[in-house]
């Protein structure tokens, strides 16, 4: 009896052994990883110096630094992406904060969105003139508001009551985006007066590249849990109020811990129709799509349809995409280990 107990205890114990260790693995911490871009178009090798081109890589690199601490820590993929796209928004070389580009009227007029994969909330704003950090503001919105967007002195109110760092209008000017206004408007002035029979040419098509350069990331943390945050200063000379998709959830941002974290860059209004980032995520989840094909039939689509620009992508198991069809886009990773890639061109 005494050997049969001693066998039925050691049984138990490996039972309960076993038992511990499955949970144990199934509870283990998901790889983490962080994605940005810097906005895509017409970047050629040939067009870049030297100079500039270390200049974006720098800060690009910073960029993944800042939000791999973050990750390193223990913090979550939320804190991550906002913490990385606050570098892209502080320098000038990116169309976000900074460096946002200007207006018909010579303002410059922002827009953020950030999402959070565990619980599908949101915040996002537009139109603000003052708030120094939209992608600040626009996570406020989600956790300190009822709302999902705010736009232009509303948001910008909401943001100085809640403690965010107002900046005049004067601290996002920066002389090559005034000086990419000038040359546009002299265009249109030309234009407008070579044809006077259509007054359609008074309001001009936008030029390739004049709506690229957005900002955003997205991340994985040690929780396994998803966000993504996306910072624009939308396009060049728009005119009437005009908000791209960077602000709209579903269209520039999306994340979901079943799926992916998405966020978009390029053509707004295509981007919109096409509901983008949601887009990636329905293939993937009623489709059954891997994240490779999701993201680039996405990215077809908007081609198909007129449009271009790019996304990047992260899943829950930690896999990358960053699809776009133009000729390049600022972007890179960090994986789990620390490795640091940064790419331009295609």
């Not at 109110?157 to 090559?176: H, Q």
Request: glycine content about 10%; proline content about 2%.
């Amino acid at each position: 009896m005494k050997i049969r107990s001693a066998v039925m205890a050691i049984l138990i114990l490996g039972i309960m052994t076993l038992s511990s260790s499955s949970f144990a693995q199934k509870k283990a911490p998901t790889k983490y990883i962080l994605v940005i871009h810097g906005g895509a178009g017409t970047i050629l090798k040939k067009n870049m110096t030297d100079s500039l081109e270390k200049a974006y890589i720098a800060v690009l690199t910073q960029a993944l630094e800042t939000g791999y601490k973050q990750l390193a820590a223990g913090k979550s993929s939320l804190d991550a992406v906002e913490a990385t796209v606050h570098v892209m928004e502080d320098s000038p070389l990116f169309n976000a904060g900074k460096g946002a580009v200007f207006t018909n009227q010579g303002k410059n007029e922002m827009d953020a969105s950030i999402m959070e994969g565990a619980t599908l909330k949101a915040g996002a704003v537009a139109g603000v003139t003052t708030i120094k950090n939209p992608i600040s503001a626009a996570r406020a919105v989600m956790e300190k508001s009822e709302h999902v967007m705010m736009m232009g002195a509303g948001a910008e109110e909401f943001a100085k009551r809640g403690g965010l760092t107002i900046v005049d209008p004067s601290y996002f000017w920066t002389k090559s985006r005034y000086d990419a206004l000038q040359n546009i408007l002299k265009r249109d002035a030309e234009k407008t007066e070579l044809d006077h029979s259509n007054p359609q040419t008074s309001i001009a098509p936008f030029v390739k590249d004049e709506k690229f350069g957005t900002v955003g990331a997205v991340a994985l943390d040690k929780q396994g849990n998803l966000a993504a945050a996306t910072s624009t200063g939308g396009m060049t000379n728009k005119k009437f109020g005009r908000i791209g998709d960077s602000p709209i959830i579903g269209a520039g941002t999306y994340a979901d811990n079943n799926s992916v974290a998405v966020s978009c860059t390029g053509w707004g209004e295509f981007f919109i129709r096409a509901n983008a980032a949601y887009d990636v995520a329905a293939r993937m989840k009623y489709g059954k799509a891997s994240l490779k094909d999701a993201s680039q039939q996405v990215i077809d689509r908007i081609g198909k349809m007129g449009g271009d620009g790019g996304l990047i992508a992260l899943d829950n198991k930690g896999q990358v995409a960053m699809p776009f069809n133009t000729e390049g886009m600022y972007r890179g990773t960090v994986t789990e280990d620390g490795k640091i890639s940064v790419e331009i061109y295609k």
